[in-house]
T-cell receptor, first 110, second 110 residues
Framework: GIQVEQSPPDLILQEGANSTLRCNFS?????LQWFHQNPWGQLINLFY???GTKQNGRLSATTVATERYSLLYISSSQTTDSGVYFC????????????FGAGTRLAVHP | NAGVTQTPKFQVLKTGQSMTLQCAQD?????MYWYRQDPGMGLRLIYY???????DKGEVPNGYNVSRLNKREFSLRLESAAPSQTSVYFC?????????FGSGTRLTVV
């Protein structure tokens, strides 16, 4: 099945810093989403981005489908950005079942 | 607010007890999914339902059963709970803009 690799596994930032999270996947996808799991365990959908670039406030994401990777950019990080960021992908051949990467654990310190 | 609603939020079971986790969505989505999340890991698919009246096994179906009661509701049943089923369970539905997840059920089996 499709493999999803996220890097880095852990990231520590000072408030105000910028960061880039990466997601590599091993096959063509028709769905790619970035989620933020906050310290209370909620999974928040950040972006639905099977291709192209999107921005939402301080966050933006780019997916280059032909090269099988996606990037999540966090600018001017805040302590509320702390948590785990998951990349998840789905392929049409698998009934669009979402397969998750292992996540990037982000800690933003004041 | 439109979304995915899961009940209960927390549950403690004794080994061998049974219970049903409830999930309902009001977005008129055809596809619904049950995932589990164990510490330090991403989400793994238990069962899914591509449409009303159909269900299929995911990566980790052993020890679980599901029912797609109607288009809105998709329940997960543990017939005889085991400590290995201690986990956080997430229900999700899928629409044109990707997956939406419920807030999760934290289940402990003692």
């Amino acid at each position: 099945g499709i493999q999803v690799e996220q890097s880095p596994p852990d990231l520590i930032l000072q408030e105000g810093a910028n960061s880039t999270l990466r997601c590599n996947f091993s096959d063509s996808v028709n769905n790619l989403q970035w989620f933020h799991q906050n310290p209370w365990g909620q999974l928040i959908n950040l972006f639905y981005i099977p291709s192209g670039t999107k921005q939402n406030g301080r966050l933006s994401a780019t997916t280059v489908a032909t090269e099988r990777y996606s990037l999540l950019y966090i600018s001017s990080s805040q302590t509320t950005d702390s948590g785990v960021y998951f990349c998840a992908v789905a392929t049409a051949g698998g009934y669009n079942k979402l397969i998750f990467g292992a996540g990037t654990r982000l800690a933003v310190h004041p | 607010n439109a979304g995915v609603t899961q009940t209960p939020k927390f549950q403690v079971l004794k080994t061998g007890q049974s219970m049903t986790l409830q999930c309902a969505q009001d977005m008129n989505h055809n596809s619904m999914y049950w995932y589990r999340q164990d510490p330090g890991m991403g989400l793994r698919l238990i069962y899914y339902s591509a449409s009303e009246g159909t269900t299929d096994k995911g990566e980790v179906p052993n020890g679980y059963n599901v029912s797609r009661l109607n288009k809105r509701e998709f329940s997960l049943r543990l017939e005889s709970a085991a400590p290995s089923q201690t986990s956080v369970y997430f229900c999700a539905s899928r629409g044109d803009s990707g997956y939406t997840f419920g807030s999760g059920t934290r289940l402990t089996v003692v």
